[in-house]
C-alpha cells in the first residue's frame, strides 16, 4: 500500500505558475528508489487524463505532447516526493490534478502505463483568463 498526498494546488491567472507536490509514504523498503509515479488531472466533465510520469529509479520522465513543454515533473528522493512545476499556466489547465503510482512496475513507466495505480486524493488548480 502506498499512501500519496499532494499540495500546492491554487488560483492563479493565465500565464501564471503553479509547483505541485506529492509525497509517497509506504512500508515497502526502499519503494521511491524504484517507482513508477506521475500527474494525471480530472477538469469538470471530462475523464481524467495522464499528464506526465516519473520512474524514480532512472528519472526518466513523460510527458502528455499537448502540453507544449509546459510542465515539468521532477523528484526529491530524501523527501520521497514528486513534484510538477507548471508554467505559462491557461485557463484549460483548470482541472483537479491526482498524484499516481503504479500498484507493480509497469516494463516501462509511462503516460500510457500508468493503469492500475494508487491515488492521492487530488488538489484543485483554477486559472483564470
Known amino acids: 500500500q502506498v499512501h500519496l498526498v499532494e499540495s500546492g494546488g491554487g488560483s492563479v491567472q493565465a500565464g501564471g505558475s503553479l509547483r505541485l507536490s506529492c509525497t509517497a509514504s509506504?512500508?515497502?523498503?526502499?519503494?521511491?528508489?524504484?517507482?513508477?509515479m506521475g500527474w494525471f488531472r480530472q477538469a469538470p466533465g471530462k475523464e481524467r487524463e495522464p499528464v506526465a510520469t516519473?520512474?524514480?529509479?532512472?528519472?526518466?520522465?513523460t510527458y502528455d505532447d499537448s502540453l507544449e513543454g509546459r510542465f515539468t515533473i521532477s523528484q526529491d528522493n530524501a523527501a520521497n516526493t514528486v513534484y510538477l512545476q507548471m508554467n505559462r499556466l491557461k485557463p484549460e489547465d483548470t482541472a483537479m490534478y491526482y498524484c499516481?503510482?503504479?500498484?507493480?512496475?509497469?516494463?516501462?513507466?509511462?503516460?500510457?502505463?500508468?493503469?492500475?495505480?494508487?491515488w492521492g486524493q487530488g488538489t484543485q488548480v483554477t486559472v483564470a483568463s
Open positions: 499516481a503510482a503504479t500498484k507493480s512496475l509497469p516494463p516501462r513507466c509511462s503516460i500510457t502505463s500508468m493503469t492500475d495505480n494508487y
Open positions: 509506504t512500508a515497502t523498503y526502499n519503494y521511491f528508489m524504484g517507482a513508477c
Open positions: 516519473i520512474y524514480t529509479g532512472t528519472s526518466t520522465t
